[in-house]
């Protein structure tokens, strides 16, 4: 049954996905993914998200950006959200933008949470605000590395620690 051996593929392209130690293997893991983001099935485009999330690169992410514009499941553009946060590419930014403009409710959550992922930047839940940063920022701006925002989220707790919670002594 071709539909049970596409299931095991993308089970183990997901596996093996955080685990690929050479760039030769992720490519291949990257080419055998990507035609999966195509699927007709929508738990198969979800499983290949979460597996490029664990070995794509930031050149790989085309695809996902473009999948993210026209992905009509929400368990699906949550996860494709989820691959990019994790991948981390600059070239992200403007297409989370554009679907941020148009979503509602959880998604908007979902999206807001990816692109303070990528960037490191927090412009609350309102587009414009982030569009207002874009504008300026965007043209210069290089993602943060692992290690700055680790520095800023642990400026920020510190920064936070100061002040009581209400009802606080």
Do not use: N
């Not at 699906?76 to 933008?97: C, N």
């Not at 941020?100 to 605000?129: C, I, M, P, R």
Request: proline letters at 4%.
């Amino acid at each position: 049954d071709t539909s049970r051996v596409g299931d095991l593929a993308v089970e183990v392209l997901g596996k093996i996905g955080g685990k690929i130690d050479s760039k030769m293997d992720s490519e291949a893991a990257v080419k055998s993914l990507l035609p999966l983001l195509r699927s007709a099935r929508p738990e198969r485009r979800a499983a290949a998200a979460l597996a490029l999330g664990e070995c794509a690169t930031s050149g790989d992410c085309e695809t996902l950006e473009k999948m993210r514009l026209t992905e009509l499941s929400p368990y699906v553009m949550q996860t494709l959200a989820e691959a990019l946060a994790r991948i981390r590419s600059r070239d992200s930014i403007e297409p989370l933008l554009d679907r941020f403009e148009v979503e509602e409710g959880l998604q908007v959550e979902v999206l807001h949470k990816t692109l303070v992922a990528v960037t490191g930047q927090d412009y609350s839940w309102d587009v414009k605000f982030w569009r207002r940063w874009w504008e300026r920022a965007g043209p210069t701006f290089v993602v943060p590395t692992d290690e700055e925002l680790e520095k800023a989220k642990e400026k920020a707790a510190a920064s936070m620690a100061k002040y009581s919670k209400p009802g606080a002594k």
